[in-house]
């Protein structure tokens, strides 16, 4: 079938559906502002050079100025140039001043450099947004109580780097409200009927970033305010919603599912665990404080802490630190935080539920807020009074767009096996050997059973031999003494290692997993000089919980699986009625298609473990079988330094194993929207120069000569953007996978954005994908989205569709990979160059 006639029917396989998005828009007013160039030199002539102090005193400097004064403090901020934006002019093009007296005197210029306007159409420039943003959100941080004789906080640390708009908050106010609109500037749209979108659930973001409470989260999200006449009023209506939410059965399950799961608070560092919600409350609970005073809970907070509690007619929860010190915490001071990460999904759920039980109604995604305002009579405020004076209104809509349901692929599982047969060695390295034994074997005679049932076409293919002899403690002669018995030329041999338990250890004021076992392991098989060991670890306590769960044994089947060369998973056209998405894929195998992910894991400032940027490249025309290159980096840029040499180095793999590709399709992870557009100018640069450079050195010329291939370049990210579909009857079902939603709330017209797994209600999470540029004909270019869907599809890892493309989550796994080598020899070299050339040409990092 023609490459057209496969296209139409794809098109017309495809369903279109209305979707549903909660936005919220912010709408401001074309106002000007005034940008002045700021210097500063101490007394002895020097420049200052880390002016964040001289900026808390030039703030305070504007209250007393004559001439300073006619600007408002809260519409002023600085960015990392040292240039000042402000919405009130300052009077004059040029000001001399002192700040301070004798020798720690500082002298200040400012002086008047012009103002930012929309362009001549009123669109909203990007320069203009990002400026406009930066005096919003500094404004409102600062406060009447922050303006008195204490030191002042209002904008000493929260700065914006323009043009690319990279918000630095280091300190949080205690003001929840700054906090919600701190996380609706992260992130913007530009639209261009003069209105910034700005998806509702971006506020979770920065709510996880900083530990606000749930509760906390929950209520100020939706922008509820308590409106009364009367303290009787109010206090009144949130006993009622009190009394709406905590139903017994919410309760109950919060106490019998959370309970002895560790959590913070939003005060103390500490972790505590759980016991259960008990029958007081921080405004009425009193205990005798250390110096012998009586105070309620939500006093000392106060005094101690000084958080104000939005509602402490909740109840409180009774936490362990120890069986002898029982201690009671106000709900709402619970942190989303929590260890290991699935307990925090766990608490967020439970919480919301009991939050959420106004009704009973499994829709409350769209349709509980409105009957929990309706019911308690809470007024929602559409605008935000401390944004009125800066010409900003916040309006929240329910966005209907048009979306498009792509068909669904046709895979094949466990499709081609490893081109040797492979022997699985058990080797146990934990230390409880007589206790596990029985568990470890009930778990390779399951593992042997999914192997023959899986791959009937090739018996014998995978075989498990008895469990190794004890090993007590990490011998690293002895592991690869076991795998030199067993080694063969005609056969891969497998270590299949049984490890203790894992534990966290905390690092300062952030945990971190141990450099033990797991690291130390991984580092010793895939790094090993001579070659490289294929292995699979498995936890004990893992092994424990899940011994006899089919979807276990089948996940690390998958895993050998993958690691060893096999195809996983196959999208396949080669039979009797394959789905048109099947043959349009496989239109593009035949032209040696290449896909290549790009992930970049920068570490903080702090860590002494290098940053890692990976790229992993499909090595078989069906692009089911990976492998990776990666490179450390001392600094912590965004712009890979050895881009051009890692990619040259993907350029000779694919060469090698399919021929020169014709097209190349990239995704690019691991970057913040603030660089994408500098990154990807650097990258197709360094792109183009290492075609040229193949095209002239390689052996092969007589096939390069003419060779061309056309490139796309997809910028990919987890979206914080949420869909829903609207069945009538206020039910509400989740988005289908393969849906793709390209129209009012993406940012250009080569923007889309995609679900291609499946989720529950309200939790799907897709991915939003930006063209940054390509030179594929425009017919191809709508062929993308197909691509994309497919990839998602073909994680050998995965039995299901996952979230991104699967050269992205290659990489993305590559960079963990690259990162324990570190942790566990962070002084020893691990460059590409000096890998086992086995661990280069396998997918080890899967």
């Known amino acids: 079938m023609a490459l057209a006639q496969i296209r139409s029917s794809v ?119 990002d400026a406009y943003q930066a005096i919003i959100l500094n404004g409102l941080r600062i406060t009447d109580s922050q303006l008195t004789a204490d030191s002042f906080y209002g904008a000493r640390n929260t700065y914006v780097h323009l043009p690319s708009a990279t918000f630095v908050v280091q300190e949080l106010g205690p003001n929840l409200r700054l906090c919600i609109f701190q996380g609706l500037f992260l992130k913007v749209k530009q639209n261009i009927d003069k209105q910034l979108v700005v998806n509702a659930s971006l506020i979770h973001r920065i709510l996880e970033k900083y530990h606000m409470g749930i509760l906390e989260y929950f209520l100020a999200m939706h922008n509820i305010e308590f409106r009364g006449n009367t303290e009787e009023e109010i206090r009144r209506r949130k006993a009622k919603i009190r009394g709406l939410t905590f139903t017994k059965k919410a309760i109950d399950r919060f106490n019998n599912d959370m309970r002895g799961k560790p959590v913070s608070t939003v005060y103390a560092p500490r972790h505590y665990k759980i016991e259960r919600l008990v029958d007081e409350y921080p405004n009425t609970t009193r205990f005798r404080t250390i110096e012998g005073t009586e105070e309620t809970v939500a006093g000392y907070i106060y005094k101690r802490y000084n958080i104000t509690l939005e509602f402490p007619e909740l109840p409180l929860v009774r936490m362990l630190k120890s069986k002898k010190n029982p201690i009671l915490i106000p709900m709402e001071c619970l942190q989303i935080s929590l260890k290991p990460q699935k307990h925090r999904g766990d608490l967020s759920g439970y919480m919301d539920t009991i939050l959420k039980q106004v009704r009973k109604d499994p829709h409350e995604f769209f349709t509980g807020i409105r009957d929990m305002l309706k019911t308690a009579q809470i007024k929602d405020v559409p605008e935000a009074s401390a944004m009125k004076e800066f010409g900003v209104s916040l309006d929240r809509n329910m966005i209907r767009t048009e979306a498009t349901v792509l068909p669904r692929p046709d895979v094949t599982r466990f499709a081609e096996s490893p081109t040797k047969k492979v022997r699985i060695v058990p080797v146990y390295m934990a230390n409880n050997f007589d206790g596990d034994k029985g568990s470890i074997s009930t778990f390779i005679g399951d593992l042997k059973k999914q192997f023959d049932e899986l791959i009937p076409q090739n018996p014998g293919q995978f075989s498990v031999i008895s469990l190794e002899p004890e090993m007590a403690s990490f011998d690293p002669k002895r592991l690869l003494d076991i795998y030199k018995n067993y080694e063969r030329d005609d056969q891969y041999t497998l270590l299949l290692i049984f490890l203790p338990e894992s534990r966290l250890q905390r690092d300062k004021s952030r945990l971190k997993f141990k450099a033990d076992l797991y690291s130390q392991i991984k580092t010793l098989c895939d790094t090993n000089r001579n070659c490289g060991i294929p292995n699979q670890c498995i936890n004990m306590g893992t092994l424990r919980r899940c011994l006899g769960m089919n979807a276990f044994v089948l996940n690390i089947v998958r895993k050998i699986y993958s690691r060893l060369g096999g195809k996983a998973s196959l999208i396949n056209a080669d039979f009797d009625d394959a789905p048109s998405v099947n043959q349009l894929f496989r239109e593009y195998a035949k032209n040696r298609t290449m896909y290549l992910g790009i992930f970049s894991s920068k570490s903080p400032k702090k860590d002494k473990i290098p940053s890692v940027h990976t790229m992993a490249y499909n090595v078989d025309p069906e692009a089911s079988c990976y492998v990776g290159v990666h490179a450390y980096q001392r600094d912590h840029k965004d712009q890979i330094h050895a881009f051009y040499e890692m990619f040259f180095e993907c350029l000779e793999g694919f060469f090698a194993e399919i021929g020169a590709p014709q097209r190349i399709l990239i995704f690019r992870g691991g970057l913040s929207d603030s660089v994408i557009d500098e990154i990807a100018d650097y990258e197709r640069m360094q792109i183009e120069r290492a075609i040229d450079k193949y095209r002239e050195d390689s052996s092969f010329k007589d096939e390069v000569q003419k060779w061309d291939p056309k490139i796309c370049y997809l910028d990919v990210s987890r979206s914080h953007s949420r869909f829903t579909v609207d069945t009538g009857d206020r039910v509400y079902e989740n988005i289908k996978p393969g849906t793709v939603i390209d129209k009012d709330v993406v940012e250009t017209a080569n923007d889309f ?22 030179t594929w004909p425009e017919s191809d270019i709508l062929d993308i989205k197909v691509l994309c869907n497919n990839l998602c599809h073909l994680l050998g890892r995965s039995p299901y569709t996952v979230a991104l493309p699967a050269p992205i989550r290659m990489a993305n796994f590559l960079a963990k990979r690259c990162r324990e080598f570190k942790l566990a020899n962070p002084n020893m070299d691990f460059d590409y160059p000096n890998f086992p050339e086995s661990s280069k040409n396998t997918a080890y990092f899967t």
């Not at 936005?23 to 007394?43: C, G, T």
């Not at 009123?122 to 203009?128: E, H, S």
């Not at 799907?764 to 940054?772: G, I």
Request: with cysteine; aromatic share 16%.
């Open 11 to 129: 098109r017309k396989e495809s369903i279109k559906e209305e979707v549903i998005s909660n936005y919220y828009k912010l709408i401001w007013e074309d106002r000007p502002i005034y940008v002045y160039k700021f210097n500063a030199r101490k007394a002895d002539k020097t420049p200052l050079t880390n002016p964040f102090d001289l900026r808390e005193k030039f703030y305070q400097f504007m209250q007393q100025h004559p001439q300073l004064r006619v600007a408002k403090v809260n519409r002023v901020v600085f960015d990392e140039q040292q240039y000042v934006y402000t919405l009130d002019p300052f009077g004059c093009d040029r000001f001399e001043f002192s700040i301070g007296k004798f020798k720690g005197k500082t002298d200040v210029t400012l002086e008047y450099k012009g103002k930012l306007l929309p362009d001549r159409y009123g669109n909203l420039t990007k320069q203009y947004a």
């Open 753 to 774: 954005i995609m679900a291609s797994h499946e989720g529950r209600l309200g939790t799907t999470r897709p991915a939003e994908y930006s063209l940054k540029y390509s």
